[in-house]
């Protein structure tokens, strides 16, 4: 009993010590400085979480209803977002008990941000280690391609004088002032609007579906292929796995033992935006949404379509920066200007693989096969279990699991499914139906694709030629036609 006291002294005693920075200040311009950009309260995590789980990826979710139908639609993604919450709450598990065992060896973390693949390092040892940190850089790399895409697909239907390929090259170059911010500490403005803005666009697809009405001659004929099926199910499974920033917004808290819930409720409140607005433009557009990934190109032109545009982008590439730094031993310095520019490299194949796949829709189906499943579901869940196999693991746990999912018995019964379930029809019949798709696109417009899914061009005609002039015959037409020869006159060898 003793010996425990000492550990809860500790582990409070050094939260306490990140506590203090998030006291209130008493001038009026540090509370000011504080509002916009130094947050790390349980509702700046709710808004990271519930701003960054979504996202662009909003926009393919009506895409996924036409290659599932309405009722896996559904389903899925009631049933993803459950399990995206589980493993989520598996992270939090695990970032606890790694900086509580650091934390008595007396480690200072105040100038150094926490990333998984080193809570994989510190718990389980390196060879866990350098497969969570493969497989974690290689997602939040095609995580930010996948936003570059999106914001350059989405200002392309405001302003088409521009092809996509060069809105990504201007939003780029846009995106590479992200470099400036330090932490997700720093997020709090950026994760607000976000939230309202993704907000304000899941109802926008809603109203302005419901107010358009069906199309004439809609079908709504999914699930009709094996392939469509399967990749529409793991772009839902790409979805809800945006956790692989979990230990990076835990760290940013003033209490990241508060954690375990928030992913939880940020769930449930994107689940309210993501089923109206994908059932709606399902329900108005059916099997059109097969050949638009982007639901954008069916709604008509407007101001408030063109107000929904706007979504966040960035929070995928910070955890990026925070490993190139750590790479380069940059990570600790405390000058904001050479951060940035170290962190420059980093943008390069960003927005190099934006410009070679951009297959908004089909992409994230591939990452979300092929790296969301390992990232953020298979490997956490054998993490959990591998960490605490042992009775006495599991007895001086940090974390215990909840009573009502059946303590530990439950959370390795839940974690084993997981495992299978993500293995077989995540990365397995989910990989084979996306990468089909995924070559299937590159076949039909190529690699370097100028304008993905953009419409042909129109030409218009010139002054002289319009729909009279060329409805009327040549005026030397029926003097030509009487001196050709008819068919009877003609003769065979």
């Given at each position: 009993?003793e010996?425990?006291?000492?550990?809860?002294?500790?582990?409070?005693?050094?939260?306490?010590?990140?506590?203090?920075?998030?006291?209130?200040?008493?001038?009026m311009?540090?509370?000011?400085?504080?509002?916009?950009?130094?947050?790390?309260?349980?509702?700046?995590?709710?808004?990271?979480?519930?701003?960054?789980?979504?996202?662009?990826?909003?926009?393919?979710?009506?895409?996924?209803?036409?290659?599932?139908?309405?009722?896996?639609?559904?389903?899925?993604?009631?049933?993803?977002?459950?399990?995206?919450?589980?493993?989520?709450?598996?992270?939090?598990?695990?970032?606890?008990?790694?900086?509580?065992?650091?934390?008595?060896?007396?480690?200072d973390?105040?100038?150094?941000?926490?990333?998984?693949?080193?809570?994989?390092?510190?718990?389980?040892?390196?060879?866990?280690?350098?497969?969570g940190?493969?497989?974690?850089?290689?997602?939040?790399?095609?995580?930010?391609?996948?936003?570059?895409?999106a914001?350059?697909?989405?200002?392309?239907?405001i302003?088409?004088?521009?092809?996509?390929?060069?809105?990504?090259?201007?939003?780029?170059?846009?995106?590479?002032?992200?470099?400036f911010?330090?932490?997700?500490?720093?997020?709090?403005?950026?994760?607000?609007?976000?939230?309202?803005?993704?907000?304000?666009?899941?109802?926008?697809?809603?109203?302005?579906?419901?107010?358009?009405?069906?199309?004439e001659?809609?079908?709504?004929?999914?699930?009709?292929?094996?392939?469509?099926?399967?990749?529409?199910?793991?772009?839902?499974?790409?979805?809800?796995?945006?956790h692989?920033?979990t230990?990076?917004?835990?760290?940013?808290?003033?209490?990241?033992?508060?954690?375990?819930?928030?992913?939880?409720?940020a769930?449930?409140?994107?689940?309210?935006?993501?089923l109206?607005?994908?059932?709606?433009?399902?329900?108005?557009?059916?099997?059109?949404?097969l050949?638009?990934s982007?639901?954008?190109?069916?709604?008509?032109?407007?101001?408030?379509?063109?107000?929904?545009?706007?979504?966040t982008?960035?929070?995928?590439?910070?955890?990026?920066?925070?490993?190139?730094?750590?790479?380069?031993?940059?990570?600790?310095?405390?000058?904001?200007?050479?951060?940035?520019?170290?962190?420059?490299?980093v943008?390069?194949?960003?927005?190099?693989?934006?410009?070679?796949?951009?297959?908004?829709?089909?992409?994230?189906?591939?990452?979300?096969?092929?790296?969301?499943?390992?990232?953020?579901?298979?490997?956490?869940?054998?993490?959990?279990?591998?960490?605490?196999?042992?009775?006495?693991?599991?007895?001086?746990?940090?974390?215990?699991?909840?009573?009502?999912?059946?303590?530990?018995?439950?959370?390795?019964?839940?974690?084993?499914?997981?495992v299978?379930?993500?293995?077989?029809?995540?990365?397995?019949?989910?990989?084979?139906?996306?990468?089909?798709?995924?070559?299937?696109?590159?076949?039909?417009?190529?690699?370097?694709?100028?304008?993905?899914?953009?419409?042909?061009?129109?030409f218009?005609?010139?002054?002289?030629?319009?729909?009279?002039?060329?409805?009327?015959?040549?005026?030397?037409?029926?003097?030509?036609?009487?001196?050709?020869?008819?068919?009877?006159?003609?003769?065979?060898?």
């Amino acid at each position: 009993m003793e010996s425990e006291k000492v550990v809860e002294t500790v582990v409070a005693g050094n939260y306490v010590v990140m506590e203090t920075e998030g006291k209130k200040p008493t001038d009026m311009k540090t509370r000011v400085y504080n509002l916009f950009w130094h947050g790390g309260s349980v509702y700046d995590a709710w808004f990271s979480c519930a701003s960054n789980q979504v996202a662009q990826v909003l926009l393919t979710l009506p895409y996924s209803f036409s290659q599932l139908g309405m009722l896996s639609g559904v389903l899925f993604q009631v049933f993803y977002g459950l399990m995206g919450s589980w493993t989520a709450y598996l992270i939090s598990a695990l970032y606890v008990e790694y900086r509580t065992r650091k934390e008595r060896e007396k480690v200072d973390f105040r100038n150094h941000v926490i990333q998984w693949f080193e809570v994989l390092d510190g718990l389980l040892g390196k060879h866990w280690r350098n497969v969570g940190l493969a497989f974690n850089c290689t997602f939040l790399l095609f995580g930010s391609v996948i936003q570059l895409i999106a914001c350059a697909s989405n200002i392309y239907y405001i302003n088409d004088n521009l092809d996509k390929r060069t809105w990504t090259y201007i939003f780029g170059a846009c995106c590479a002032t992200t470099v400036f911010i330090p932490s997700f500490r720093n997020y709090r403005i950026w994760s607000f609007l976000g939230l309202i803005m993704t907000t304000y666009t899941a109802w926008y697809l809603t109203i302005a579906s419901l107010l358009h009405g069906q199309v004439e001659g809609v079908k709504h004929s999914g699930p009709a292929k094996l392939v469509l099926y399967f990749t529409g199910a793991t772009n839902i499974l790409y979805t809800f796995g945006g956790h692989a920033v979990t230990v990076e917004v835990m760290h940013a808290m003033w209490k990241p033992q508060k954690f375990k819930a928030i992913y939880l409720f940020a769930t449930l409140y994107v689940m309210t935006l993501t089923l109206p607005s994908a059932a709606a433009v399902y329900w108005a557009f059916g099997d059109l949404l097969l050949n638009h990934s982007n639901a954008f190109a069916l709604l008509p032109t407007s101001p408030f379509r063109d107000m929904a545009v706007f979504i966040t982008f960035g929070f995928a590439c910070t955890p990026l920066y925070f490993v190139w730094e750590k790479a380069i031993g940059m990570h600790e310095c405390k000058s904001l200007c050479k951060r940035a520019a170290a962190r420059l490299p980093v943008v390069i194949p960003i927005w190099f693989l934006a410009i070679i796949f951009p297959f908004f829709g089909p992409i994230n189906s591939t990452v979300g096969s092929l790296l969301v499943s390992f990232t953020v579901y298979i490997i956490p869940a054998l993490a959990h279990m591998i960490t605490f196999k042992s009775a006495a693991a599991r007895e001086n746990a940090v974390e215990q699991p909840p009573r009502f999912l059946g303590r530990w018995a439950g959370a390795y019964t839940i974690n084993v499914f997981v495992v299978v379930w993500v293995f077989i029809v995540g990365f397995g019949f989910g990989g084979w139906a996306s990468m089909t798709n995924f070559i299937r696109q590159i076949d039909t417009f190529g690699l370097f694709t100028k304008c993905y899914q953009c419409p042909p061009p129109q030409f218009p005609l010139p002054p002289h030629l319009n729909s009279t002039t060329l409805a009327q015959p040549p005026a030397n037409f029926h003097h030509l036609n009487a001196l050709a020869p008819s068919p009877s006159n003609l003769h065979h060898p």
